[in-house]
Structure formats: structure tokens, C-alpha cells
């Protein structure tokens, strides 16, 4: 089977993601733990199905809701970092993390949609929203 990067570190940034949960649920903060522990792993279980797809639709379809997981991620990483629950030192590689699938992501998806027509593009939108 051929390795992908984005798989991979989506992977690991899933792991992350659940010692991170782990951490803030030993802290009370279930909302925030269930949100990072649901938006984290969300992402590399939406680029495993995109990596099975039987078409460019679908898989370009999969890989925009794992971009839109990872920019939620991104934004509830953030929030923990700012509202000080856990350590900027804790929060930053994570971030980082996300920050560098966010740029992957995005350069995936932006290809991804070049390669098809408009009209394939508009009908996929619809699909996702």
C-alpha cells in the first residue's frame, strides 16, 4: 500500500488529540475534551475514506470536510490555549500540528478542484454544506 503523509500525520495528530481529551477530561472540562477528542480524529478518519474513494468527487469531497475538521480543531486548540485551561507549552506543538495538515489540506483540496469542472464543483459544494 502506498504511503500518504497526510494519513500519517493525521494519525499521530489523532493520538495527540485523544492524550490531549484525556488531559483536559482529568481537568472537568468534558465540553472542550469531547470537541477536540471528536474534531481530531474526525480528520484522519475523513482522509482514510477519501483515500478509498471510487471517484475524484468523492474523494475531493471527503478530503474538504477533513480541511473543515481540522480548521474546527485548529479553532477549539486556540480557544484552550487562550482561555489559559492547559499550557501554551501543551497547546503549541498541537497546534503546530494542525496548522501544518491545515496547509496540506488545503493544497490537497485546492488541486483536487482544479482537476474537475465547475459544474462538478458546484454540485460537490452542495453535497458537503
Given at each position: 500500500?502506498?504511503?500518504?503523509?497526510?494519513?500519517?500525520?493525521?494519525?499521530?495528530?489523532?493520538l495527540r488529540a485523544l492524550t490531549l481529551g484525556k488531559a483536559?477530561?482529568?481537568?472537568?472540562?468534558?465540553?472542550l475534551a469531547g470537541q477536540i477528542i471528536r474534531a481530531g480524529?474526525?480528520?484522519?478518519?475523513?482522509?482514510?475514506?477519501?483515500?478509498?474513494?471510487?471517484?475524484?468527487?468523492?474523494?475531493?469531497?471527503?478530503?474538504?470536510?477533513?480541511?473543515?475538521?481540522?480548521?474546527?480543531?485548529?479553532?477549539?486548540?486556540?480557544?484552550?490555549?487562550?482561555?489559559?485551561?492547559?499550557?501554551?507549552?501543551?497547546?503549541?506543538?498541537?497546534?503546530?500540528?494542525?496548522?501544518?495538515?491545515?496547509?496540506?489540506?488545503?493544497?490537497?483540496?485546492?488541486?483536487?478542484?482544479?482537476?474537475?469542472?465547475?459544474?462538478?464543483?458546484?454540485?460537490?459544494?452542495k453535497i458537503i454544506n
Amino acid at each position: 500500500m502506498k504511503s500518504s503523509i497526510v494519513k500519517d500525520k493525521s494519525y499521530t495528530f489523532a493520538l495527540r488529540a485523544l492524550t490531549l481529551g484525556k488531559a483536559l477530561r482529568d481537568r472537568r472540562e468534558y465540553e472542550l475534551a469531547g470537541q477536540i477528542i471528536r474534531a481530531g480524529t474526525s480528520i484522519g478518519a475523513n482522509i482514510e475514506e477519501a483515500l478509498a474513494s471510487i471517484s475524484r468527487r468523492e474523494f475531493a469531497a471527503k478530503m474538504c470536510i477533513a480541511l473543515k475538521e481540522a480548521r474546527e480543531t485548529h479553532y477549539w486548540l486556540r480557544l484552550v490555549r487562550d482561555s489559559k485551561i492547559a499550557a501554551e507549552k501543551q497547546i503549541a506543538p498541537l497546534l503546530d500540528d494542525a496548522e501544518e495538515i491545515l496547509r496540506i489540506l488545503s493544497a490537497i483540496v485546492k488541486t483536487s478542484r482544479a482537476s474537475q469542472s465547475p459544474a462538478t464543483i458546484n454540485s460537490q459544494l452542495k453535497i458537503i454544506n
